[in-house]
């Protein structure tokens, strides 16, 4: 058994005091955000990854070192990694998620679902055949959570194995939105995957993957009581 602890936050759990626990390369971030809500998200993705790795390793936030080195360009902006832990972070509309394991990769997305959004087009550069012929049996109000469910799953699984936005997500091929969530096929993937949809709110869709081929247990955590905590 693989378990998996995912710390939840949400906008209204922000404190500005938190910044003191950041590097230069986040508090640049952080500055070049242009909207309020962004500066939340980003300042909270920190500050759960900070205090969860620093309640594991017994140091103080500020001491943890992580690595956001951009495997293209070199630039601060990558994937956060640290020695001691997998992570990985996702945040849309009011929620910010972290999920932690000690040793096995992981992958993690969360998306407020737009019931606005055009799913229809968004299939044709995102879904396989298979899965854009699934999609157009839903009625078109359901369309919308049904795309959102097939996106977090596929982002949750190329976030995990690092290929990221490099993967085509056409040929990462996922359950369909009413079966459990599994990783279907990946032509040129041979790993181990576990995949597993997460309750994120009636308005949010949400995946977590795992590179195991053992099953899953999930430790949802509120991480509002950790981020209240003053040094």
Avoid: N
């Amino acid at each position: 058994m693989t378990a998996v602890e995912v710390w939840w936050a949400k906008i209204s759990d922000v404190r500005w005091e938190l910044v003191a626990e950041l590097d230069a390369a986040e508090r640049g971030r952080l500055a070049a955000y242009a909207r309020q809500e962004d500066k939340d998200r980003f300042l909270l993705g920190c500050a759960v990854t900070r205090r969860v790795l620093g309640m594991h390793l017994m140091i103080p936030p500020a001491d943890v070192r992580l690595d956001r080195t951009c495997d293209d360009c070199g630039r601060p902006h990558g994937k956060v990694r640290t020695h001691e832990m997998e992570l990985s972070v996702s945040h849309s509309g009011d929620l910010i998620a972290v999920a932690f394991h000690p040793s096995t990769p992981v992958g993690l997305d969360v998306e407020k679902v737009d019931p606005g959004i055009d799913a229809d087009s968004l299939a044709t550069v995102s879904l396989a055949e298979v899965e854009a012929k699934e999609l157009a049996k839903y009625e078109p109000a359901d369309r919308a959570r049904a795309f959102t469910t097939y996106w977090t799953r596929k982002e949750a699984v190329v976030k995990a194995t690092g290929d990221g936005m490099r993967a085509d997500l056409r040929r990462v091929v996922v359950s369909s939105p009413e079966q459990p969530a599994a990783l279907l096929r990946w032509p040129g993937y041979a790993g181990r995957v576990r995949l597993v949809d997460l309750e994120a709110g009636s308005d949010y869709a949400a995946a977590l993957a795992v590179l195991t081929g053992d099953p899953v247990t999930v430790h949802s955590i509120d991480a509002a009581p950790l981020l209240k905590q003053t040094a």
